[in-house]
């Protein structure tokens, strides 16, 4: 054990109240959510950054010590990487993602260039028993995630966005419901379940108006999959619910074919049941009409209205009426018009 002065604490590591004075080990259990010290060796121009604890970004340069969790990553349009087998101070590990998941990256988008390089310096420790120094590794998470937990929605319906990729308007959407939501004098709960840790669009739907929100990191997992999911899903929904909000705003990270479980999300029955409106996100006509075929033939489920690039001027939206029998209404332009949409479908719906 010995002691590292961190500069910067990754968002990841939310829960676990880290000082920038940390006492770390050589023993690294290499299990997804443990939090690790690492020294940054190299510099970037682009994907520079590091959100922080406080929800601030932080740029990162050579040399910084920073904490983050290992973890996986599959991202279409970022870094692809595995969570290692084994680990030893002086290994080097890379940064997957602006929330601190680390581990081996195997594949990197060209838009956003190399990943960081971080010479690993220990697992951090933490010491839970009152007056002892047993130093046990730091991990994500506020709440152990109840794998056969039952979903209880109390009867509060739920707004979900889905979207056809990565970076298709999902959190640009929830904010615009979220925030006219609230202007019609709704309580508004928020959540996101699925991607790779990152606070960031959670704390935009604060911003937006949502009164409370939770992200599947605060049940100690750093990246979410088709096996947790569902569980994730049910977890966050009866916590959220437990608080009686008028109404629930759920962003389905990623894509309908991504890796990180939307499908098995959208194929457990008790969740689907609970999903009282739901908006498609796309980036193109094309993806729009995609989309919705999914979601009706694999999952039963009609949309309600296509947002996203899809529909930035009137070429896509009159595609996407033409095509795919739905409504189009852009979240950034007509961001009224798209939450007196969701609306209008959540009193049909609830009547």
């Not at 023993?27 to 939090?35: F, K, N, R, T």
């Not at 009152?130 to 707004?159: C, F, Q, S």
């Not at 039963?300 to 899809?310: K, L, M, Q």
Request: proline content about 4%; aromatic content about 2%.
């Amino acid at each position: 054990m010995k002691t590292v002065i961190v500069d910067k604490i990754a968002s990841v590591a939310q829960h676990s109240n880290l000082g920038n004075e940390l006492r770390v080990s050589k023993d690294i259990p290499c299990e997804e959510g443990v939090l690790v010290a690492a020294r940054v060796l190299n510099n970037k121009s682009r994907y520079n950054q590091l959100e922080l604890t406080t929800g601030r970004m932080a740029t990162v340069k050579q040399g910084d010590v920073i904490v983050g969790a290992l973890g996986h990553r599959k991202a279409l349009r970022g870094y692809s990487g595995h969570l290692p087998s084994s680990l030893s101070v002086g290994d080097t590990i890379q940064l997957l993602n602006i929330g601190g998941v680390m581990g081996i990256c195997d594949s990197a988008n060209p838009d956003v260039g190399p990943p960081f390089d971080c010479e690993v310096l220990g697992t951090v420790l933490h010491f839970p028993y009152l007056g002892e120094r047993i130093g046990v590794p730091a991990k994500v998470g506020e709440t152990a995630l109840d794998e056969d937990g039952e979903l209880n929605m109390h009867g509060v319906p739920v707004v979900a966005l889905s979207g056809t990729c990565m970076d298709s308007g999902k959190t640009a959407a929830a904010c615009a419901i979220v925030s006219r939501l609230r202007h019609q004098g709704l309580h508004v709960a928020a959540c996101k379940a699925t991607g790779v840790s990152l606070r960031r669009d959670i704390l935009a739907m604060e911003d937006a108006g949502a009164e409370s929100s939770m992200i599947f990191s605060d049940f100690g997992v750093v990246t979410t999959t088709a096996l947790n999911g569902p569980a994730l899903t049910r977890a966050l929904l009866s916590s959220l619910s437990a608080k009686h909000p008028d109404v629930i705003v759920l962003e389905l990270g990623d894509g309908l074919l991504g890796a990180y479980g939307v499908d098995a999300i959208l194929s457990d029955e008790a969740v689907r049941e609970a999903l009282t409106v739901v908006v498609l996100c796309a980036n193109d006509p094309v993806s729009a009409w995609g989309g919705a075929r999914i979601l009706r033939d694999d999952y039963n489920i009609e949309p309600s209205v296509v947002t996203g690039p899809a529909t930035d001027n009137a070429v896509g939206v009159d595609q996407i009426l033409d095509k795919a029998g739905l409504p189009a209404i852009n979240a950034l332009s007509n961001s009224v018009a798209l939450g007196d949409h969701v609306v209008a479908g959540l009193k049909e719906a609830t009547q």
